[in-house]
């Protein structure tokens, strides 16, 4: 049995997740390792071993669940043409199944491929989520504590409070954080590109 790790003094026996790295088929299609995974999670729904791919531990997806996993992802074909063009492209020999790198390629390009009026929607929708119902325009002290409380995330107001100040540069928990600093951080985080 290897030895357990000694925990250094004054270091807290931490949690902390590092930020996912982007793998090599991300970098080859200019894709996040966030929206790796929620392509990947998105495939694995569909997805199946199969005996043309064996050596694929994602396997493969029907062809005809390609429009529903584009569907999925947000990014759904925009007419039977188009479909058409993305199936022969993923899959030329007409075998009826798509392997995962394959359906990576077409699914960040339909993803690189979004408008900025997509992309800004989808901010304000997420900024949505924290600013709730009341339509205001910045995300407050209680608004993060309501969102905390309904993940069931035991978040100190110390925490909160720090989140806020991170966001905003500085500018004070009153403040709280617009829908331009919000993006900002969401960048940061590799969230929206």
Not at 43 to 63: R, T, W
Not at 68 to 73: D, F, K
Not at 130 to 143: E, M, N, P, V
Not at 144 to 167: C, H, Q, S, W
């Amino acid at each position: 049995m290897p030895p357990k790790k000694r925990q250094t003094k004054g270091k807290a026996a931490a949690t902390d997740t590092k930020p996912a790295r982007q793998s090599k088929l991300a970098k080859e299609h200019n894709i996040s390792a966030a929206e790796e995974s929620e392509i990947k999670e998105a495939f694995s729904l569909f997805s199946s071993p199969h005996q043309d791919y064996p050596n694929l531990k994602e396997g493969a997806i029907p062809s005809t669940a390609v429009r529903r996993v584009l569907t999925a992802l947000g990014v759904p074909p925009d007419s039977t043409e188009e479909l058409r063009e993305l199936l022969e492209a993923v899959d030329p020999d007409d075998s009826g199944h798509v392997p995962y790198d394959h359906f990576v390629a077409i699914a960040a390009l339909k993803l690189n491929n979004r408008s900025e009026d997509d992309r800004q929607e989808e901010i304000q929708a997420a900024f949505n989520l924290f600013t709730g119902k009341s339509g205001q325009d910045r995300i407050t002290l209680s608004a993060l504590r309501r969102v905390a409380r309904e993940l069931k995330e035991n978040l100190d107001d110390t925490l909160l409070r720090d989140m806020i100040n991170e966001a905003n540069g500085g500018s004070g928990i009153q403040q709280g954080v617009d829908l331009s600093e919000f993006e900002a951080v969401m960048k940061r985080a590799g969230v929206f590109r």
